[in-house]
T-cell receptor, first 113, second 116 residues
């Protein structure tokens, strides 16, 4: 079975803090994704990566950056957290462009005070 | 641009009723994939099905069935004899080709509540 894990289920941070959300997959998947989920807006793609050290902006990249130094790990970074970044963050991975089913982690509910 | 519409925001039925969740999509790609995911109260999205654009056969898996119709750009999901454990938010998604990867575009989700 595919296993995608995220470092925290719940996180509370203060405005202006630097926040790291970590995601690890154990199935040698090429592609990894970060989404945020907000009520009434569904899932929106923040960034994705199709290879180590490669990254592409999604639909809402402002205020975020990412890092993929190893194939299994994809980090989402909030350089200076703001209250409008309070959300549920979901990480996903897929094997390849041809095998494009995305498998999701359990999510991190981030609250920025 | 790709778009997925799930017009039903919330559905509530009594246990054992059949229920259909609608999904309508827009794409200019000739090859694409459609997906359904389930998000139970625990929060993790669970993959249910993937269908490619060349395969219009309906699919049945236990109490779940999917009806794909390219002519109406729809990929509807039916739960037969619903159970309380089916209560969740269900998302329909459409693939979008991008450099090196295939993104998914999600609908806004349908919250399904099955009452005992």
């Amino acid at each position: 079975d595919v296993k995608v894990t995220q470092s925290s289920r719940y996180l509370v941070k203060r405005t202006g803090e630097k926040v790291f959300l970590e995601c690890v997959q154990d199935m040698d998947h090429e592609n990894m994704f970060w989404y945020r989920q907000d009520p009434g807006l569904g899932l929106r793609l923040i960034y994705f990566s199709y290879d180590v050290k490669m990254k592409e902006k999604g639909d809402i990249p402002e205020g975020y950056s990412v890092s993929r130094e190893k194939k299994e790990r994809f980090s989402l970074i909030l350089e200076s957290a703001s209250t409008n970044q309070t959300s549920m963050y979901l990480c996903a991975s897929s094997l390849s462009p041809a095998r494009n089913t995305q498998y999701f982690g359990p999510g991190t509910r981030l609250t920025v005070l | 641009a790709q778009k997925v519409t799930q017009a039903q925001t919330e559905i509530s039925v009594v246990e054992k009723e059949d229920v259909t969740l609608d999904c309508v999509y827009e794409t200019r790609d000739t090859t694409y994939y459609l997906f359904w995911y389930k998000q139970p109260p625990s929060g993790e999205l669970v993959f249910l099905i993937r269908r490619n654009s060349f395969d219009e056969q309906n699919e049945i898996s236990g109490r779940y069935s999917w009806n794909f119709q390219k002519s109406t750009s729809s990929f509807n999901f039916t739960i037969t004899a619903s159970q309380v454990v089916d209560s969740a938010v269900y998302f329909c998604a459409l693939s979008e080709n991008q450099q090196g990867a295939q993104k998914l575009v999600f609908g806004q989700g349908t919250r399904l509540t099955i009452n005992p």
